[in-house]
């Protein structure tokens, strides 16, 4: 037998991905497959949102809140470059949830998380405030202004990655899983690699399922496991407009069905609105937003906007399926969204599969995951650094920086590059962080960037992604690690697929900075 992984996790997604940067910081060698590109799935069609969960409350998700508001900080300081506080404004509306109430649950969602670094909550005369005046002129008078985060889900998982595979983690994209078995309580994974064709098996002690929406269909897989946990599908819709108003905050809106929806400046020009919840029974890598989901956001915005947002005006439009833990809710709205484990040990060796969870929990979760494995692992009893928790201390790729730096690290890169429009300069920093440097290396003049391909994306940092983040595709590069695609005709997203083509970097090929430390 040939190596044996101390964990093999099947599932690029950001709790597959925080489970192998985990377990790889505490000395355990890890082995992670993707079928497609990492947060392909459910991780890269969030709302974009670190955040407790304000409406959680209703549902007494006391706990989920409170880890959520904990986590929030900690997620915002170990990774400032791609996470940032956003203020939320939540209108008071006459007939729905009283003002007591929204009151009460803001004053719970200040103090149960221990919040340290975001400002509080403040009540908001909102026919007097800048942020009353995108709003239908009358109808709302009074609101309430909070705190959470904007997170670039996409790139969290990346990096996530990155740090795992810097830590010594073997990370495998577009690599199925198509087979697992056991032999000799020892885990026997086959995976087929998706652009070969080929097949190979690995080895590995503990076994961890973060397939998300295919959480069932890897344990169908061979594992031997009746699995009493069942998932619940739940599509989530967003649309995308161009900007609606001028000011920086978000909005909050009640609906009379009970739900809320989101509206979020998004990417300087757009503004992002969402969600939706609706049960989904189908292909998950097949969602989409139906006409039906895109209207009934853009009626929800427009009970509140004095400028109605109708369907015409959407640009852009995105689904996700969140794999929700089945807890026999009636509504898809009311489904908890705390993540359950169920760990079985078929023929001795484990198996850890993973249902639910928030954006927001990944790093808990991971450390959760990781003690509930704790007596499986080689060494875990005696090595004090493989029971330890690290992670909330160490800060991702690039965010080795203080939470109000990025600012200063922008002015820092148009000094160091000053053929740089502040633009390009503000997109780096706040994608590459520290490390933006490493995307522009020692270049003199935007020429020696190479092939620009439009919206500041140049050769230069294609290369880069290509060699260090596994980008494969021009829709892994603009649709996730940049989201330069709201900006990129159809033309040249081809012609960045044209470009990788004619100069693909082969999949074996060791990533730059693998063995290496950030």
Not at 165 to 185: C, F, L, P, S, W
Not at 493 to 507: G, K, L, S, V
Request: hydrophobic share 40%; proline share 5%.
């Amino acid at each position: 037998m040939g190596q044996v992984f101390d964990l093999a996790i099947i599932g690029g997604g950001v709790n597959g991905c925080g489970i192998a940067r985990d377990a790889a910081g505490r000395g355990n060698s890890v082995f992670l497959c993707e079928m497609n590109d990492l947060a392909s799935g459910t991780s890269s069609w969030s709302t974009k949102l670190v955040h407790g969960g304000l409406r959680y409350l209703e549902y007494y998700e006391f706990r989920l809140v409170r880890e959520a508001l904990i986590e929030r900080e900690i997620l915002w300081q170990i990774a400032p470059h791609i996470i940032r506080p956003l203020r939320f404004v939540l209108p008071h509306h006459a007939g729905l949830r009283p003002a007591w109430l929204l009151r009460l649950g803001l004053f719970l969602y200040d103090h149960i998380g221990g919040r340290k670094l975001l400002p509080p909550t403040r009540s908001v005369d909102l026919a007097r405030d800048e942020v009353g005046r995108p709003l239908v002129p009358g109808r709302y008078a009074k609101g309430f202004e909070y705190s959470d985060c904007f997170v670039d889900d996409a790139r969290l998982v990346v990096l996530t990655a990155r740090d795992a595979a810097n830590r010594g983690a073997e990370i495998r994209t577009h690599t199925r899983a198509v087979q697992i078995k056991q032999a000799d309580g020892i885990w026997q994974v086959t995976v087929e690699d998706r652009f070969s064709g080929q097949r190979s098996a690995i080895s590995a002690r503990a076994l961890v399922n973060a397939g998300g929406p295919w959480v069932e269909q890897v344990l169908a897989s061979g594992a031997g496991v009746n699995a009493r946990a069942k998932v619940r599908l739940v599509q989530g819709s967003h649309i995308v407009v161009r900007k609606l108003y001028a000011h920086d905050r978000a909005y909050m809106f009640q609906n009379s069905d009970g739900r809320i929806v989101f509206v979020i400046p998004y990417q300087d020009d757009f503004t992002l609105i969402g969600t939706t919840d609706r049960d989904y029974d189908g292909d998950p890598a097949q969602v989409k937003a139906s006409p039906e989901e895109v209207k009934y956001l853009c009626d929800a915005v427009s009970e509140y906007l004095a400028q109605p947002v109708k369907p015409a005006d959407v640009v852009w439009t995105y689904a996700g399926v969140r794999p929700l833990y089945d807890d026999g809710a009636s509504e898809a709205k009311a489904a908890t969204r705390d993540y359950v484990f169920e760990l079985d040990t078929p023929g001795g060796a484990p198996l850890l599969s993973i249902y639910g969870g928030k954006i927001t929990t990944y790093r808990r979760l991971a450390e959760e995951a990781l003690e509930r494995l704790a007596p499986y692992l080689r060494g875990a009893k005696e090595n004090k650094k493989a029971r330890e928790g690290w992670t909330a201390g160490s800060p991702l790729p690039g965010g080795d920086l203080d939470v109000s730096a990025i600012a200063a690290l922008t002015a820092e890169l148009q000094r160091g590059y000053p053929f740089l429009i502040p633009a390009h300069a503000s997109r780096l920093a706040h994608a590459y962080g520290t490390r933006a440097n490493l995307v522009l290396g020692a270049a003199k003049s935007f020429a020696e960037l190479g092939q620009a391909f439009g919206a500041t994306l140049t050769e230069s940092e294609v290369r880069y992604l290509m060699a260090n983040e596994w980008a494969c595709t021009a829709e892994d590069i603009v649709w996730r690690r940049s989201k330069l695609g709201l900006r990129l005709s159809a033309a040249e997203i081809a012609a960045i697929d044209d470009w990788i083509a004619a100069n693909r970097i082969p999949h074996e090929r060791p990533l730059l900075e693998m063995g290496g430390r950030t």
